[in-house]
């Protein structure tokens, strides 16, 4: 299967859960509310602390697009996520925020993401991302 990969360009005034948010939810438009399997979250906020406890006691949580984008709802909120969006079985899409700073959507070639939607970002090569 072929995929893609993207870093996306914050700017100063702009946060990544309100950019992540656009994304998630043109997702859930088109494909629906996961599951997600989350294997990696720090955040804060009611719902993101709540999700970063249970993961800490585990290796992996799923969650819904509407969960996801609940603890996407809260700016300066996620500091490291790890979410993959599952179909058949498989990670069809993959959220990355290491640092609050820095913003990478990996994807399948079938999953297209308008720029509308996606803003500005540099194409990376997947490889670099074991993707």
């Given at each position: 299967m072929k995929r893609w990969a993207m870093t996306l360009r914050l700017q100063p005034n702009e946060s990544l859960e309100t950019r992540l948010a656009a994304v998630v939810q043109y997702l859930q438009r088109f494909l629906g509310e996961g599951p997600w399997d989350v294997s990696?979250?720090?955040a804060t906020g009611d719902l993101g602390g709540e999700l970063t406890l249970t993961l800490n006691q585990t290796n992996k949580i799923a969650v819904s697009t509407s969960d996801l984008l609940?603890?996407?709802?809260?700016p300066g909120n996620v500091i490291e996520l790890?979410?993959?969006?599952?179909?058949?079985?498989?990670?069809?899409?993959?959220?990355?925020?290491?640092?609050g700073t820095s913003v990478d959507i990996l994807g399948a070639a079938d999953i297209?993401?308008?720029?509308a939607v996606?803003?500005?970002h540099v194409?990376?090569?997947?490889?670099?991302?074991g993707w």
């Open positions: 990696d979250l720090d609940r603890m996407l709802r809260e790890d979410a993959s969006l599952v179909r058949e079985g498989e990670a069809a899409l993959r959220l990355i925020v290491r640092d297209d993401l308008p720029p996606v803003g500005d194409s990376q090569d997947p490889t670099l991302f």
